[in-house]
């Protein structure tokens, strides 16, 4: 086995090329070895090169994370077991979290380790939040505390506000909301769009997509320089259509 003191002698530009061969998952058990190890990488901030992460909150307080790009992906579940024990499960192995912080506290803070230096753009981030609310603060904090806005292709959502402020505008190219699924579709529930269509990144999207929610037929005008769009109206008169007609040049 090669020794820690070993690792630490290896030349700056040598380790710099070990660690741009690595994928993000060996870099992550590397930065375990040893306390010298993970500050020289922290220090390198070597970009993981992350293409895709889904989040996960379940209705049972469950937590999992997926990390994913061509060399390897990471599966992270945090539960919370019965009599209090908070664990993480990887590779089907469990380990006993332990601590006076919080399942939601400890996952977070893995997700920001993990995404601290993702300079790279990522094709597509998943946001299952269930409109859990301390889910969406806990990733609201690790975005704003980045010192550069997260780059992301293709956003798929349930909660986009406290979201899509924290994405480099200049990069999303499709955008998927979704509301909550427990409605027939007669009670679908009104996606009131207004504070979402003044943002800059907003008129700079491509593509868009919402399901399982209404959108007002008075917002249609922030919808019409989408490329591709799909979207339910609450209710559709003359006038929308004259408008549509006019604005994309139908025939």
């Not at 006076?100 to 753009?121: G, P, R, Y």
């Not at 529930?189 to 399982?212: G, M, N, V």
Request: a negative charge; proline letters at 3%; one cysteine or more.
């Amino acid at each position: 086995m090669v020794s820690e003191s070993y690792l630490m002698n290896i030349p700056e530009l040598v380790m710099n090329i070990i660690l741009d061969k690595l994928d993000f998952k060996s870099v992550q058990t590397l930065r375990k070895v040893c306390r010298d190890l993970r500050d020289f990488i922290d220090d390198q901030k070597p970009d993981p090169r992350i293409e895709e992460i889904t989040v996960w909150a379940l209705e049972s307080g469950d937590l999992k994370f997926s990390y994913k790009n061509l060399q390897a992906e990471v599966f992270l579940c945090y539960q919370t077991r019965d009599g209090g024990e908070s664990v993480l499960v990887y590779e089907d192995v469990a380990r006993i979290l332990k601590g006076e912080e919080n399942l939601l506290k400890i996952a977070f803070k893995d997700f920001e380790t993990i995404l601290k230096h993702q300079s790279s753009t990522l094709k597509v981030l998943k946001l299952h939040s269930n409109h859990f609310d301390n889910v969406l603060d806990h990733l609201k904090t690790v975005l704003e505390s980045r010192n550069h806005r997260l780059k992301v292709e293709t956003l798929v959502t349930d909660q986009v506000m406290k979201i899509l402020p924290f994405l480099d505008p200049d990069f999303l190219l499709e955008l998927n909301l979704f509301g909550s699924t427990d409605h027939p579709i007669r009670t679908l529930e009104i996606l009131e769009i207004d504070e979402l269509a003044e943002l800059e990144i907003w008129c700079k999207i491509k593509e868009l997509s919402i399901w399982d929610c209404y959108v007002p037929s008075v917002s249609l005008q922030s919808f019409t320089h989408f490329s591709k769009c799909s979207i339910d109206v609450e209710l559709v008169h003359l006038e929308d259509v004259l408008l549509l007609k006019e604005t994309l040049n139908f025939i």
